[in-house]
């Protein structure tokens, strides 16, 4: 058995201690190059989760356990979210400019729980102090839908949307243990010969001891959009993340509950699941991340119908050209498409990454009847005159996006065009 604090000093809470009891972390993912490249439509894969070896427990899974031979990884792409641009000009800059990048994910489950391994290449381990505000920690988290009997009507993939909740499991590297000098943090040494510092430091101190003693940045939210998160604590969801660096990137791992409060996956053959990464070293926080589209999780071995897997790796059958031309004479007056910067920041979703986070359906119901999924632009304050939506007097969200396109033909064109929107995979 390990101890409960890993090499780097991050403590997990007491649900993932049995993730971390047995996991001997070792190397993860050197990034595959990929075929990608840019004005093709690419589409990610389906994950089998295998099913759990006769006596392997899901829910104490480690990382490194040898359970984890018999569920085959399958690399998955995730793309810079340049729906919204931060505050932050440089964290902007140097998030578009990453490329996408690819992670490998392995997932199983037995009749309780369901695990995912999720393995990535990152050069620089960023790993926020609990004192400090001028760092960003690496991080990943795992999103679930909690009803998609629809696979047309999934939630909007940046952390769900009205009516159509996600679970959103986050883990970010912060260190727990606090080390009043050893981090070179000047301002909290005590200084015996000031007195009035001594006093200020001391209370410093003690205040970030007992901080440090409680923080954990582990957390699972029920979410209808970044403006309507409720974080889910007290274990309900019998969840527990633990992530570790290796050589050269990280290693992720998440288990939860197949049947909780909040979400029952046990009768589903395949789940929908997206994963994503916030890298520190690139300024990356909120809403400045990587993310993937909603992948099909087949559960190995389970019946049922495969109208979802089917529906997320469908290619769309649009002419791209033509829809190339009809979205650039239509809709580039407020998105901004790839390179053409025609429409004002903030005026509307920035889709030069669309094609990496959406499905064919998702795009087509955007187009469509835009007011199906609003996207919750969460900075308001900073784009007041370009409201994406109104709210009547019952709380109804009302896209400010006119529906333009009726017609199917001309919204599957557009569709096979934006789908080819999207970063490419830095080599
Ligand atoms: C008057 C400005 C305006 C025009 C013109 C416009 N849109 Fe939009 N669009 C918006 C706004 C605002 C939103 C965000 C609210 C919402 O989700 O509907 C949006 C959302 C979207 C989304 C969802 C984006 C995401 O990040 O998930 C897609 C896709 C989209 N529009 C496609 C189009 C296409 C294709 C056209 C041209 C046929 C178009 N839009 C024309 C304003 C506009």
């Given at each position: 058995m390990k101890k409960l604090i890993m090499k780097h000093g991050i403590l997990r809470s007491a649900a993932a201690i049995s993730i971390i009891a047995s996991a001997a972390m070792g190397n993860p993912a050197e990034a595959k190059p990929s075929a990608e490249t840019k004005n093709t439509i690419s589409i990610n894969p389906v994950i089998t989760a295998s099913k759990a070896p006769k006596g392997v427990k899901v829910a104490e899974l480690g990382a490194e356990s040898k359970a984890w031979k018999s569920a085959k990884g399958v690399d998955i792409t995730v793309y810079?979210?340049?729906?919204?641009?931060?505050?932050?000009?440089?964290a902007n800059e140097l998030g578009s400019k990453d490329g996408a990048k690819i992670i490998n994910v392995a997932a199983m489950y037995d009749s309780?729980?369901?695990?995912?391994k999720i393995k990535w290449a990152d050069?620089?381990?960023n790993i926020q102090s609990g004192t400090r505000s001028d760092e960003y920690p690496d991080g990943f988290a795992v999103q679930m839908?909690?009803?998609f009997s629809d696979p047309k009507k999934l939630p909007y993939i940046g952390m769900g949307s009205e009516g159509r909740p996600v679970l959103v499991h986050l883990q970010k590297a912060v260190?727990?243990?606090y080390e009043p000098n050893g981090g070179g943090n000047v301002e909290l040494q005590v200084n015996m010969h000031q007195a009035n510092a001594f006093d200020k430091n001391l209370t410093n101190f003690v205040k970030n001891v007992s901080e440090a003693g409680l923080y954990d940045y582990q957390k699972v939210f029920i979410s209808e959009g970044f403006r309507g998160m409720t974080e889910i604590r007290g274990g309900g969801e019998n969840t527990g993340m633990a992530m570790v660096y290796g050589k050269n990137g990280w290693t992720g791992m998440m288990t939860r509950s197949l049947k909780s409060e909040h979400a029952d996956f046990a009768a589903a053959g395949t789940l929908p699941v997206a994963f994503a990464l916030w890298d520190g070293e690139k300024l990356g926080r909120d809403g400045r991340k990587d993310i993937s589209g909603w992948i099909a999780v087949k559960l190995e071995g389970k019946k049922g119908d495969d109208a979802l897997a089917k529906e997320l790796t469908a290619k769309p059958a649009g002419n791209i050209e033509a829809g190339k031309a009809n979205v650039e004479a239509m809709c580039a007056s407020c998105h901004t498409l790839d390179a053409q910067k025609v429409a004002p920041a903030y005026m509307a979703p920035n889709l030069s990454n669309i094609g990496g986070y959406s499905s064919a359906a998702y795009l087509a119901e955007s187009i469509k009847d835009p007011s199906a999924v609003v996207v919750p632009g969460y900075n308001r304050n900073a784009h007041k005159n370009f409201e994406w939506y109104t709210v009547d007097a019952k709380g109804v969200r009302t896209s400010t996006m006119p529906p333009m396109m009726t017609d199917d033909a001309m919204i599957s064109d557009a569709v096979a065009y934006l789908m080819t929107l999207k970063s490419e995979v830095k080599k």
């Amino acid at each position: 058995m390990k101890k409960l604090i890993m090499k780097h000093g991050i403590l997990r809470s007491a649900a993932a201690i049995s993730i971390i009891a047995s996991a001997a972390m070792g190397n993860p993912a050197e990034a595959k190059p990929s075929a990608e490249t840019k004005n093709t439509i690419s589409i990610n894969p389906v994950i089998t989760a295998s099913k759990a070896p006769k006596g392997v427990k899901v829910a104490e899974l480690g990382a490194e356990s040898k359970a984890w031979k018999s569920a085959k990884g399958v690399d998955i792409t995730v793309y810079p979210q340049t729906t919204i641009e931060l505050n932050d000009k440089k964290a902007n800059e140097l998030g578009s400019k990453d490329g996408a990048k690819i992670i490998n994910v392995a997932a199983m489950y037995d009749s309780n729980s369901i695990a995912f391994k999720i393995k990535w290449a990152d050069g620089t381990e960023n790993i926020q102090s609990g004192t400090r505000s001028d760092e960003y920690p690496d991080g990943f988290a795992v999103q679930m839908a909690t009803n998609f009997s629809d696979p047309k009507k999934l939630p909007y993939i940046g952390m769900g949307s009205e009516g159509r909740p996600v679970l959103v499991h986050l883990q970010k590297a912060v260190k727990v243990h606090y080390e009043p000098n050893g981090g070179g943090n000047v301002e909290l040494q005590v200084n015996m010969h000031q007195a009035n510092a001594f006093d200020k430091n001391l209370t410093n101190f003690v205040k970030n001891v007992s901080e440090a003693g409680l923080y954990d940045y582990q957390k699972v939210f029920i979410s209808e959009g970044f403006r309507g998160m409720t974080e889910i604590r007290g274990g309900g969801e019998n969840t527990g993340m633990a992530m570790v660096y290796g050589k050269n990137g990280w290693t992720g791992m998440m288990t939860r509950s197949l049947k909780s409060e909040h979400a029952d996956f046990a009768a589903a053959g395949t789940l929908p699941v997206a994963f994503a990464l916030w890298d520190g070293e690139k300024l990356g926080r909120d809403g400045r991340k990587d993310i993937s589209g909603w992948i099909a999780v087949k559960l190995e071995g389970k019946k049922g119908d495969d109208a979802l897997a089917k529906e997320l790796t469908a290619k769309p059958a649009g002419n791209i050209e033509a829809g190339k031309a009809n979205v650039e004479a239509m809709c580039a007056s407020c998105h901004t498409l790839d390179a053409q910067k025609v429409a004002p920041a903030y005026m509307a979703p920035n889709l030069s990454n669309i094609g990496g986070y959406s499905s064919a359906a998702y795009l087509a119901e955007s187009i469509k009847d835009p007011s199906a999924v609003v996207v919750p632009g969460y900075n308001r304050n900073a784009h007041k005159n370009f409201e994406w939506y109104t709210v009547d007097a019952k709380g109804v969200r009302t896209s400010t996006m006119p529906p333009m396109m009726t017609d199917d033909a001309m919204i599957s064109d557009a569709v096979a065009y934006l789908m080819t929107l999207k970063s490419e995979v830095k080599k």
